[in-house]
């Protein structure tokens, strides 16, 4: 199985790419926040097409290529949104459909599309995140920026370069195990498998990691609390200016949703079901 | 300067327990993001409380790197670094991951804490998985707005983690542990010395 996609870093040279990678993940961090703090469907909507635009102004990605990455979690989304409206326990007043024990309230269905919208937003940030930010700049810009301990860092950047090879260790696991028709065997759940094949992953990895730390140690590293760096990242005025306006757009959206009625806060939502509750 | 004072008690590692630390998390991560495969698929079928039977498999990285090298800020570090690696292999949840990961460490760190970071035994593992539980639910009640459900409900998503993560993290963490032990790839490490 490829867990790995291949539809990760791009690498272009556009302004979303260009962008401080601690910066962007802040302000992309900030954005999902906020669209988790409202039960409207419209914040997480905006929120959505905000992060359409922005990796098509911003990065040149068409909204089409990421709609399309989207499109497998769009289950997952549609299952949240079920669920939520079904089992919904805040106020209620407008009654759409009861079906035997089935109910289904306008309210509920409100909050439970503001759920799955949710969901996709968050995908959405994430998969714009991957495929414009090189994870050598981002382990970069973590020390140099947010002062990461430099040694974790590295055990990061370790972990990044382990990932195509176990990767490739985890095919030849699988293909040493069909051989020997370990797939056969009936009486197998889906756990069992993952174990089977699971723990030569980690044996084999564990023992790739000594010699690494071995070659590592040979090298001196950890012996100077300093280091130099091979890449160095930067908050330049532009990301500055780039994380301030997207904070103030942010708030922009929010006064302008509010100024249309289309605001209501989780907070009201939560204090509204607490009180609404117990009947 | 500051980035001495900033390195988490790591400056104590060996560079061997960073780099196997490392390793378990990114395969646990790969790991993970195949598991999740058949996690969504198994949404409809099990239902969205019912699910949360499966949950707990995602803090065994919080509990098995810890009880390898036992040190302080493994479990924290090590669950950050396995959700780390879902975001760079390219999990549509990444960056939300990357928050529950820090989350749910935080939770199987603040048991090991409270047994001094000595204490490896079993039901200590399980109380970390369920601490990370805990955690978890308390992210996951922001991020997904458990409030607006019905209380019943909300109290099905809580508990039906709990076995969940005591069996799937806690034991198997254990049983993972021991296996590893026993191949002898952990020579070295704090596992094997404390069964002399």
């Avoid at chain 1, 988790?36 to 929120?47: C, G, I, K, N, S």
């Avoid at chain 1, 094949?197 to 040979?218: F, K």
């Avoid at chain 1, 990301?239 to 605001?263: P, Q, R």
Wanted: aromatic share 12%; glycine share 8%; hydrophobic share 55%.
């Amino acid at each position: 199985m490829k867990v790995v996609s291949t539809y990760l870093y791009q690498e272009w040279n556009t302004p979303l790419h260009r962008l401080n990678p601690v910066a962007k993940l802040l302000v992309f961090s900030c954005f999902i926040l906020t669209a988790t703090l409202y039960l409207d469907v419209a914040v997480p909507l905006t929120f959505l097409i905000v992060s359409w635009l922005m990796g098509w102004i911003f990065a040149h990605i068409s909204p089409l290529a990421l709609m399309r990455r989207l499109s497998p979690i769009l289950a997952a989304a549609l299952g949240l949104a079920i669920f939520n409206t079904l089992f919904y326990g805040g106020p209620r007043e407008h009654l759409l459909v009861a079906l035997g024990p089935i109910h289904i309230w306008r309210e509920g269905l409100f909050i439970g599309s503001s759920i799955g919208l949710r969901i996709l937003c968050v995908a959405s940030y994430s998969i714009l995140y991957m495929w414009t930010t090189d994870p050598s700049r981002l382990v970069a810009s973590l020390m140099q920026q947010a002062r990461m301990p430099y040694r974790l860092a590295y055990a990061v950047l370790a972990a990044y370069r382990f990932l195509p090879i176990l990767q490739r260790e985890w095919g030849h696991i699988q293909a040493a195990q069909q051989v020997r028709a370990a797939h056969l065997s009936r009486h197998e759940s889906g756990l069992r498998r993952i174990v089977r094949s699971g723990m030569p992953l980690l044996v084999s990895g564990i023992r790739q990691a000594e010699r690494l730390a071995i070659a590592m140690d040979a090298r001196a590293f950890g012996a100077s609390p300093r280091r130099t760096h091979y890449i160095r990242t930067h908050m330049k005025a532009s990301d500055y200016a780039f994380t301030v306006a997207s904070l103030a757009a942010c708030g922009l959206i929010l006064f302008a949703l509010s100024e249309l009625g289309l605001l209501r806060s989780f907070l009201v939502g939560v204090a509204e079901s607490l009180a609404g509750a117990p009947q | 300067m500051s980035q001495e004072r900033l390195d988490l008690g790591l400056a104590r590692w060996t560079t061997r327990e960073i780099i196997v630390m490392a390793v378990i998390s990114v395969a646990l991560g790969l790991i993970f993001m195949a598991y999740s495969v058949l996690y969504l698929a198994l949404v409809p079928f099990l239902g969205q409380v019912g699910i949360m039977l499966l949950l707990g498999f995602y803090y065994l990285t919080g509990i098995l790197v810890p009880y390898i090298v036992r040190r302080p800020g493994a479990a924290l570090v090590a669950s950050f670094l396995a959700a780390f690696t879902e975001l760079l292999a390219g999990s549509p949840f990444g960056i939300a991951a990357v928050w529950a990961g820090l989350v749910q460490g935080a939770g199987a760190e603040v048991v090991f804490a409270l047994r001094g970071w000595r204490d490896y035994r079993l039901p200590v593992l399980m109380g970390a998985a369920v601490l990370s539980g805990v955690f978890g639910y308390v992210y996951e009640y922001f991020l997904l707005s458990y409030a607006v459900l019905e209380p019943i409900v909300q109290l099905g998503l809580f508990l039906v983690r709990i076995p969940s993560a005591i069996v799937l993290a806690g034991w198997l963490g254990k049983v993972l542990g021991d296996g590893l032990a026993r191949t002898g790839v952990l020579r070295g490490l704090a596992i094997t010395r404390s069964r002399s």
